[in-house]
């Protein structure tokens, strides 16, 4: 049962006919069931936002080739970083699982954007260091028009021994 063989042959064989041997007639079957199967599985575990942009075709080997054209395109490039990034920024740790499969599956988004060209660590850094900047600047004028409580005595709630 070789599911590979509609991307193995290069051609599809000869339509069925009367005059056909069963070897002819079983060939063209396996043929006709593992470009199905094929084409189908492929199909399936496609990425969605990939899906559409794919054109239609009813041969495995055909669609694998386009597959392969449109992957190499910066299109692909940019669906598959949009995505990654989305992941990336926004999972969350849940519970539902070990931290350190959660920590090893952030790690191998990471790996997967710096294989793509994208380096996050250091664009983070970046919004970290102006984050930083942003909250001390925020801090120092935050505090101009608000009177200061030093030395103000004000009801307390709690009633202890005074000193």
Request: aromatic content about 4%; glycine content about 6%; proline content about 4%.
């Amino acid at each position: 049962m070789a599911l590979d063989i509609a991307i193995l042959i290069n051609e599809e064989p000869a339509a069925i006919t009367n005059e056909s041997s069963e070897a002819e007639k079983a060939h063209y079957l396996a043929w006709e069931r593992s470009n199905r199967l094929g084409l189908n599985l492929m199909r399936m575990t496609m990425a969605d936002n990939i899906k559409p942009s794919m054109p239609k075709t009813e041969k495995a080997r055909e669609f694998m080739l386009k597959v392969k054209e449109c992957s190499q395109s910066d299109l692909a490039d940019k669906s598959i970083v949009g995505s990654l990034m989305g992941e990336l920024t926004t999972k969350r740790f849940d519970w539902s699982q070990p931290i350190h499969d959660h920590v090893t599956h952030m790690s191998n988004l990471a790996a997967k954007l710096k294989t793509l060209g994208i380096d996050e660590e250091g664009r983070l850094k970046k919004m970290k260091d102006q984050a930083v900047h942003f909250v001390s600047h925020d801090g120092v004028s935050s505090s101009k028009g608000k009177p200061s409580k030093k030395g103000k005595k004000g009801k307390s709630f709690f009633k202890g021994p005074e000193s």
